[in-house]
């Protein structure tokens, strides 16, 4: 009875060892999966979104000069500049054929208009007299062969002064010359005056000075200017004496206009 119970025990103890070593073998109890054989490739997906852009990249190098392109149709007309300052005097011309010979004059009969142009030209020269009279006395108008000067007892500033003469048909006088310098220095003097501005300023040129023209001073043969300073102001004014020094444009004083002379102007047009 014994040794029946020991080899059933025997036996059951056998049977559970070789259970417990099949169970613990990686064929039957392991968790991993192996991999199988590769398939065959699949289907072309769908376009995907269009990704972020990236950073800007180095400059390239510089490339090769383009040819020249063909030459463009001609452009508008732009609108007209300025004028130019005024040129120098050019040289006289070749002097001109000599005109057909005209037809010969018819006698004149003149005894009877002697008298008659004999009283005109004294009429004339009343008038002539009379004119004068007018300009130096009662318009204070002094005069050269080819200019008028009128002294305005009217005080502005310089641009204003500027401005006014060219309202009359002149501008500001600009001597050139010592002759009428000194005309205009005597006509200060006359009308009790010290000084009054003229048609000079400070400008950008060989001696620092130029007419309200545009013409440099260095042209005239009036004589010479000290070099302008910082410290003064860009307007010229002349004074009884002849003497002309800087001012400060924005001052008020009197100031001489000019005027060109030409056929047919009398004294009285340019007030």
């Known amino acids: 009875m014994d040794g029946r119970n020991f080899s059933r025990n025997l036996f059951l103890f056998l049977f559970l060892c070789n259970v417990y070593l099949y169970c613990t073998t990686t064929e039957v109890c392991s968790n991993s999966i192996l991999p199988g054989s590769k398939g065959y490739p699949g289907e072309v997906g769908a376009e995907g979104e269009e ?32 004028n130019g300052m005024r040129g120098d ?35 004339i020269n009343k008038l002539k007299n009379a004119v004068k009279f007018l ?32 309202l009359r048909g002149g501008s500001l006088a600009m001597p050139r010359t010592t002759e009428t310098k000194t005309l205009l220095a005597d ?27 545009g013409n440099s001073f260095l042209n005239s043969t009036v004589g010479s200017l000290q070099s302008p300073r910082m410290d003064k102001g860009d307007c010229v004014q002349l004074d009884s004496t002849g003497a002309w020094s800087q001012v400060d444009c924005g001052t008020t004083q009197y100031y001489i206009c000019e005027f060109v002379k030409i056929k047919n102007t009398s004294a009285t047009s340019v007030l």
Do not use: W
């Open 51 to 82: 990704g972020r852009m990236g950073k800007t990249g180095p400059p390239g190098q510089r490339g090769l000069t383009g040819r020249y392109a063909e030459k463009g149709e001609m452009g508008r007309i732009g609108k007209m500049g300025p």
């Open 89 to 123: 005097k050019g040289q006289d011309g070749i002097n001109g054929l000599p005109g057909l010979k005209g037809k010969p004059g018819t006698t004149c009969d003149c005894g009877r208009y002697r008298k008659v142009v004999g009283q005109m030209n004294i009429n």
């Open 135 to 166: 300009k130096n006395v009662v318009l204070g108008i002094k005069e050269t062969e080819k200019m008028f000067y009128l002294l305005v007892t009217e005080a502005r500033r310089y641009r204003d002064s500027l401005l006014n003469c060219k």
């Open 187 to 213: 006509y200060i003097r006359e009308a009790d005056l010290t000084h009054v501005f003229i048609g000079l300023k400070v400008g950008v040129t060989e001696v620092g000075y130029m007419y309200v023209d």
